[in-house]
Nanobody, 120 residues
Framework: QVQLVESGGCLVQAGGSLRLSCAAS????????MGWYRQAPGKQRELVAG???????YYADSVKGRFTISRDNAKNMVFLQMNSPKPEDTAVYYC??????????????WGQGTQVTVSS
């Protein structure tokens, strides 16, 4: 069984910085893509940033130039460096892993979410 554990969510002032981490545990052979989604109250969950195994990245337009996604394949971890956060970045952030290969096959997994609150 694969579990994702997120950390780093907190209350931060606009213009500050914070770093989210997500660790995938279990008998994992490889992970194709890892990413961060967020969901604000009353809104749909949206993709914030993603990174493939070859380190190619995707960013939502709203976070380009402010957020940086990275991963550590040896540790099955993904990070989201959030610089200059804005109040509109306030949301629950979810870690997602896509194409996780284990002895049981290939599946996708979600973390439990971590709250990020940006004060103005």
């Amino acid at each position: 069984q694969v579990q994702l554990v997120e950390s780093g969510g907190c209350l931060v002032q606009a213009g500050g910085s914070l770093r989210l981490s997500c660790a995938a545990s279990g008998s994992i052979f490889s992970i194709y893509a890892m990413g961060w989604y967020r969901q604000a109250p009353g809104k749909q969950r949206e993709l914030v940033a993603g990174i493939a195994r070859d380190n190619s990245t995707y960013y939502a337009d709203s976070v380009k130039g402010r957020f940086t996604i990275s991963r550590d394949n040896a540790k099955n971890m993904v990070f989201l460096q959030m610089n200059s956060p804005k109040p509109e970045d306030t949301a629950v952030y979810y870690c997602n892993t896509n194409g996780v290969v284990t002895v049981g096959g290939v599946k996708d997994y979600w973390g439990q979410g971590t709250q990020v609150t940006v004060s103005s």
